[in-house]
């Protein structure tokens, strides 16, 4: 299929994390012209609603992937800026987009599969998922809700409800070299005590999937943009859409399968206690790998998206051999 993204205008707002520098450099090598709005522009900069207005007005794509990263640990401070770099930088764009005169026809707006509770009996679809509790789900509800708010008559508004994104840059380069040096295995789920803070703020990860079984939810970065050409083809899809594999693993497997793309034989499974330890010492948080996550892309698979990656084996070998690592040996 020949893509209208050709010599079409894009803006990609929060373009400076690894998914936006693959996405400008694509759509550069598609023939379009790519500008940004972030922090520090270059193109124009959150506060200056006046430029944002002149970057939108007659572009032909809007991609918005700004907020802070959730790869932090969820201090007071911290989540006040999770929400207020979303809901504001979404509510900024609307504004923008409201004041031109001939606004771009596609906003796609990052959201992400955590919206959707912890799932060990079945799949999350976007008509039969059920939205989760907590504070991960109240920011993408709060984010969806600024999205979707107010009219924009000239513009199709789409929330990517995106899984873990899998490529050079993402959260894989971790587990990678934690299978390099033999710790490649299971991240094991297990009881931790809690604070009435942590359970007030709804950042405390319940003791709930055992053995690896935690469902683990992916997507390749080139079927991201995969995704965001086939909604530029296609007019008729609008609202929520998963952007996630159709084949999740759980996290035995797919730990499994890292090992595998990088050639190591043996992997030390990796109990609670110590990715609490670990997660407080590089300040992130032991949800973003002990929840559940389980979602099919019904929605865009029925509208006949066909995936570059629909199974993670290759998508890990694919990656892992770009980087430039040894290929797995056989059989391992």
């Not at 032909?60 to 802070?68: M, R, T």
Request: with cysteine.
């Amino acid at each position: 299929m020949t893509h209208r993204i050709g010599t079409q205008r894009v803006v990609i707002a929060g373009g400076s994390g690894f998914i936006g520098q693959y996405l400008a450099e694509a759509f550069r090598a598609d023939g379009a012209e790519v500008t940004m709005i972030g922090r520090s522009g270059p193109d124009a900069r959150w506060g200056d609603t006046a430029t944002i207005t002149r970057l939108l007005d007659g572009a032909d794509l809007l991609v918005n992937l700004a907020g802070k990263s959730v790869n932090c640990r969820y201090t007071p401070k911290n989540r006040a800026e999770i929400m207020r770099s979303r809901i504001e930088t979404t509510r900024e764009l609307a504004a923008a987009i409201r004041a031109c005169a001939s606004p771009p026809p596609l906003w796609v707006n990052s959201s992400t599969a955590t919206i959707y509770r912890h799932a060990e009996d079945r799949p999350m679809t976007e008509q039969a998922g059920e939205i989760g509790t907590g504070f991960s789900v109240g920011i993408a509800t709060a984010w969806e809700q600024e999205l979707f708010a107010g009219e924009l008559p000239g513009t199709r508004r789409v929330a990517l409800r995106m899984a873990i994104v899998l490529g050079d840059g993402s959260a894989l380069i971790p587990l990678i070299r934690l299978a390099q040096v033999g710790l490649g295995g299971s991240q094991l789920d297990g009881h931790w005590p809690s604070t009435q803070a942590r359970r007030a703020a709804g950042t405390f990860h319940e003791r709930r999937a055992l053995g690896g079984s935690q469902r683990f939810s992916w997507i390749h970065i080139d079927d991201v943009l995969g995704i965001i050409r086939h909604l530029v083809d296609h007019d008729d899809i609008d609202g929520v859409i998963n952007a996630a594999a159709p084949e999740p693993e759980d996290n035995k497997r797919m730990m499994a399968a890292v090992r595998r793309a990088v050639g190591a034989p043996l992997g030390i499974p990796t109990p609670r206690w110590m990715l609490e330890t670990g997660a407080a010492m590089i300040r992130t948080e032991t949800e973003l790998v002990l929840k559940s996550r389980w979602v099919i892309p019904e929605r865009i698979v029925s509208s006949g998206y066909e995936f570059s990656y629909p199974n993670l084996e290759p998508a890990l070998t694919q990656i892992v051999h770009n980087r430039g690592l040894p290929k797995a040996r056989p059989n391992s």
